[in-house]
C-alpha cells in the first residue's frame, strides 16, 4: 500500500513575500546608460557635495597596482621620504608609532593632528613596522632632495589581485562590497578592528591589509566626473563602448584592466563622520536615498570587475591563443553562481559590452557559447570524429561529462538550425 506522507497546515497569515530591490538598485544595473544617469544625479546632488566637503563621503579611483617585489623596492625609498618630507622623527609621538602594539588604534587621530593623508601615514607606519632593520636606523640615512620628492614608482594597471581578494573575502564573511569599501579600502582600520567586525583572524586581516597596502588610489575631487550619456548611439564600437582590454604578458599570464576609468571609482563613507554629521545636523530625509544609490554604484562596479576575473580565469586558454576551439561551453547560471547573483544580473551586464583583445574586438556575450555551439564547432572542425570521440574530447578537455546520444541530440538540432538559416538566406537572395 503507498503510503502519503500527512498534509502539514499552514499557517493562515503567512504569504510568500518576495523581496525585490529598490528602484535605485533596478537602475544602476539596468545597463550602463542608466548607470552613468545614476552616477550623475548622485554626484550632482546638493547633499552629497556637502558630505565630500566635509569629509564624510571620498570619491577614490585604482590608478595602480604595485606588484610586491617593486613595492618593497619603491616603499623602503618612499618611506624614508615621506618621513623626511614631513620631519615627523622630530614630533614626540612618532617613536610610539613605530614601537607600540596597538599603535593602529590611535593613528588616525595623530593622522589629524598633523594634518597629514591617514591612509598613506598607515601604510608607511606598517611598512616600517615589518622591516628587520630597525625603523630608527633606516631612517636617519641621508635622503636627497631628489629622493625626497621622487615620483611615484610605475605599477599595474591589471588588478586581478585585488579582485580575487575581494571576491575570496566577500564570499567566506558574507559581507556587502560597501563594507569592503569602507573598512578595507579605505585603509582606516588596524587588523584587529577588521577580524572584530567581520570574524575574521587577525592574520587574515593582516594579509589582506598588506595586498591593499599595493593599492594606489586617487582621490577625486571637485567637479563631478561622470557626465550625461550621449543620447546619439554610434554605429560603429568606439573606445568609449570598450569594457576593458585583454593582454598576455611577457611571462605569457593573461592581464586584464578597464578602459573606462569610471569602473575603478568607489564612493567611501566614513563610518564615524558619518554619525558626527548627523548629531550636527539631525537626520535628513534624502541621506537614505542618496547612501543607497552610492552603495548600488559600488556594487556594480565590483560586480564588474568580478565578472570580468571570473571570465578571463574560466575562458583563459580562449583569451590567451584566440582559438575558437578553446572557448568552452560557459552558461550564463554557471557564472552568476560563482560571482554570488542572479542570471539576469549577468545577462544586462554584458549586454552591448565589448573587449579588447590582441586578435580583436570581442563582444561578451561571445564568451558564453552554450553546449550545442560548442559541439557544432567541434563538428566542423572535426568531421571525421564520432559522437563519442566529441564527447570523450569534452571531458577531457573542459571536464564536461556528456553521453553519446547527448553529442547527438546537439549535433543534430544544430545541423537542423544551420539548414534552417541557410534556406532562409537562400529564399531573400532570389
Excluded at 39 to 60: C, D, M, N, Y
Excluded at 256 to 283: C, M, N, P, S
Excluded at 403 to 412: D, E, G, I, L, M
Aim: net charge positive.
Amino acid at each position: 500500500m503507498l503510503k502519503t506522507r500527512p498534509k502539514t497546515d499552514t499557517h493562515p497569515n503567512l504569504k510568500l513575500a518576495i523581496r525585490r530591490p529598490s528602484p535605485l538598485w533596478q537602475q544602476a544595473f539596468a545597463s550602463a546608460k542608466e548607470a552613468q544617469h545614476l552616477a550623475h544625479w548622485l554626484e550632482t546632488h546638493p547633499l552629497f557635495r556637502a558630505l565630500q566637503s566635509e569629509g564624510v563621503i571620498r570619491k577614490v579611483r585604482w590608478t595602480r597596482f604595485l606588484p610586491y617585489e617593486r613595492y618593497l623596492a619603491y616603499m623602503e625609498r618612499h618611506a624614508i621620504a615621506f618621513v623626511h618630507r614631513h620631519r615627523l622623527y622630530e614630533r614626540p609621538e612618532w617613536q610610539l608609532l613605530l614601537t607600540h602594539p596597538d599603535a593602529e588604534e590611535f593613528l588616525s587621530d595623530l593622522a589629524k593632528r598633523w594634518e597629514l593623508p591617514e591612509r598613506e601615514l598607515r601604510r608607511v607606519v606598517r611598512f616600517l613596522r615589518t622591516q628587520p632593520k630597525p625603523p630608527q636606523e633606516l631612517l636617519i640615512a641621508d635622503v636627497s632632495p631628489e629622493e625626497v620628492s621622487a615620483p611615484l614608482a610605475i605599477g599595474e594597471a591589471d588588478f586581478s589581485e585585488v579582485v580575487d581578494l575581494a571576491i575570496a573575502f566577500v564570499r567566506r564573511y558574507g559581507i556587502s562590497q560597501q563594507d569592503f569599501v569602507d573598512y578595507l579600502l579605505s585603509g582606516r582600520y588596524s587588523a584587529r578592528q577588521i577580524a572584530e567586525r567581520f570574524g575574521c583572524t587577525v592574520a587574515e586581516a593582516q594579509a589582506l591589509i598588506e595586498a591593499l597596502d599595493r593599492l594606489e588610489l586617487q582621490e577625486m575631487l571637485g567637479e563631478p566626473t561622470v557626465a550625461l550619456p550621449s543620447p546619439v548611439t554610434p554605429t560603429k564600437i568606439s573606445d568609449e563602448q570598450l569594457l576593458a582590454e585583454v593582454w598576455v604578458d611577457e611571462m605569457g599570464q593573461l592581464r586584464w584592466r578597464f578602459i573606462d576609468a569610471h569602473l575603478t571609482q568607489r564612493y567611501l563613507v566614513d563610518r564615524q563622520r558619518l554619525e558626527e554629521w548627523k548629531r550636527q545636523h539631525g537626520e535628513n530625509a534624502e541621506l537614505p536615498q542618496l547612501l543607497t544609490a552610492l552603495q548600488a554604484l559600488n556594487e556594480r562596479n565590483g560586480t564588474i570587475a568580478m565578472l570580468l576575473q571570473t571570465l578571463c580565469r574560466l575562458q583563459r586558454d580562449f583569451l590567451r591563443t584566440g582559438n575558437p576551439l578553446d572557448l568552452r561551453p560557459l552558461p550564463q547560471a554557471e557564472v552568476a553562481r560563482q560571482i554570488g547573483c542572479h542570471r539576469s544580473v549577468v545577462c544586462r551586464l554584458i549586454k552591448g559590452q565589448w573587449l579588447k583583445t590582441p586578435y580583436g574586438r570581442l563582444a561578451l556575450v561571445e564568451l558564453f557559447p552554450s553546449r550545442r555551439e560548442v559541439i557544432a564547432r567541434l563538428h566542423s572542425a572535426f568531421p571525421h570524429w564520432s559522437d563519442r570521440q566529441i564527447a570523450d574530447y569534452l571531458r577531457e578537455r573542459f571536464g564536461i561529462r556528456l553521453s553519446r546520444r547527448a553529442v547527438t541530440y546537439h549535433r543534430h538540432h544544430a545541423d537542423s538550425t544551420d539548414a534552417l538559416l541557410r534556406s532562409a538566406s537562400h529564399s531573400k537572395g532570389r
